[in-house]
């Protein structure tokens, strides 16, 4: 049938060096899939944020944690009018703005 699925690759940053990641768009929905993900401490998280528009404010979105090879698949939920995703490293919690560094980017333009 018809699909409107996109597929982006992630930009990885000097914080997740060695990752790769891909994000999977199909209507206001992403699917990240990422491989070979930084190990995270046991207070630690990897949160996922939505930015509309250049400069817009960042939404906290998904928490997810990766598997014990690295790997990882999260769903993001309201991408449609997203201009980028960005994944941070989190108190487990989450936040309401980033704490650190941005893991990986993903320029939804």
């Known amino acids: 049938?018809?699909?409107?699925?996109?597929?982006?690759?992630?930009?990885?940053?000097?914080?997740?060096?060695?990752?790769?990641?891909?994000?999977?768009?199909?209507?206001?929905?992403g699917t990240l899939h990422a491989r070979d993900m930084p190990r995270l401490s046991r207070d630690q998280v990897f949160q996922a944020w939505i930015q509309e528009g250049d400069g817009g404010a960042l939404e906290p979105s998904t928490l997810f944690v990766a598997?014990?090879?690295?790997?990882?698949?999260a769903t993001i939920p309201g991408v449609e009018d997203a201009a980028?995703?960005?994944v941070t490293r989190e108190p487990r919690a989450g936040s309401e703005q980033p704490t650190t560094a941005p893991v990986m980017r993903v320029e939804l333009g």
Request: aromatic share 2%.
């Open 84 to 86: 980028r995703v960005m």
């Open 67 to 73: 598997a014990r090879g690295g790997s990882a698949t």
């Open 1 to 29: 049938g018809d699909s409107d699925e996109a597929s982006y690759q992630a930009s990885v940053t000097q914080a997740g060096r060695g990752a790769e990641a891909e994000l999977v768009v199909e209507g206001d929905e």
